[in-house]
């Protein structure tokens, strides 16, 4: 099998992408790189490195010869769909694709372009971890590669990894992991330890891309052939933001305005209301969506991810009707902080009785978890606006909604707390819970009367702003 057909190779990894790609110039081997300090770079065969490892020079010289590459990476630019980029891959044939200080300099100088060039990355990422050839040397590449991603972020460029087989090490705790989307090839082995160094009674599902989806540190698995045009629509998406505050959503389904307080309550909770997915299938064209907390933790229940309207991206967070866990809301918490970075107005739809209330939320952090969605949200620098398009239940709901910003739905309620439960705390028998909902002043007419809402979409004209 030639290099380039091999799927361990840098180049094959390329060749999914792009049929683009410009290498980058290397900088100049020898001391300095583009740190200041000492670099391994190859320049004599067989220099055997910081540590003087025995052999370690003719190791390169093999890796080199049998790869065609100068090191475990390459870099350079390349179009992915409509979207130029920085591209770095990694060649697991190349000493198993670990970090040394010579992938230390091109990953830096890598991310220098970017920022240069106002470029996204877009990191293949299949390495085994840091070379043990070059000691501590090696592993302070991480702070290196760590920086220069901060710094990439804070420039407000996105990254995108995509998870290969396998990635390990501080490869996948810094490029892998510290992306803002992050994507995985089907059956990879992903996790920080490699297969070597796990207990020997580890649960090898825990290690996979499938295993990473399920506890939301990776955001999907495409497979290879699908690759190309998954990165290039969510490099469009993440790359062209809408200008001004998201437009809310036209009202789907009933249009009539409740009479009665219980009946708001009945009518946001009627199974043959439109949910969040008919709002959002109406209102993008294109849409991907993150996956997961990365703190270990899925919400089924909820859905955030980018979408396209007239050409420009949207972020969105959607409840789905169900009581919001603590991993629904850091996952809301962070779509809305990647929105903010990127310069993308974020839309988020209301739909909840409320944040989950059992022993399992409250042991995964409920109160912390709505805490910093309530802070996101608060603390955003581009504008979020929220529809109603449900049951708005209690702080679970208001985490999500946008201050001076939010509008319902005729078929929606928004209440300090369900009726049900109001009832409860002040004694009243069930059959007072219809009486309760009315006191509580929960219909849409309600709100714009209270002042807690900006208005009622589709039966007054809504407001104007970039959709």
Known sequence: MSRRED????RAALALVTDDFHAFDAPPDGPG???GAPSTGAAAPRDDGPLGWAGYGEALAR???RTGEREAVVCGTGRVGEVEAVLISFDFGFLGGSLGQRTGDLLELAHVRARALRLPVVSLIATGGSRMQEGMRALSQLHRVARQSALTRADGLAQVAVVRDPATGGGWATLGAGADVVLALPGAQVGFAGSRVRPADADPAAYSAEGQLGTGHVDGIVAPGELRTAVGRWLGLLTRPAAGPARPPAALGDARLPDSGWAAVRGARA????????YLDVHFGVREELSGDR???VDAGVRCGFGE???RTVAYAAQLGTPTRPAGFRTVARLVRLAGRLGTPVLTLVDTPGAANDAAAERAGAGAAIAECFAAVAESPVPVTTLVIGQGGSGGALA???????WVTPNSYFSVIGPEWAAAILKRAPQEVPRTADELRVRP???VALGVVEGIVGLARTPGGAS
Request: a positive charge.
């Open 63 to 65: 890796a080199r010869d």
């Open 309 to 311: 309207r007239f050409g």
């Open 295 to 297: 703190c270990g933790g």
């Open 33 to 35: 790189g583009l740190s």
């Open 400 to 406: 999500l909604a946008a201050p001076g910003r939010t």
């Open 271 to 278: 199974a043959r209301r439109p949910r969040a997915d008919a």
């Open 445 to 447: 007419q309600d709100l």
């Open 7 to 10: 799927p361990a190779s840098a």
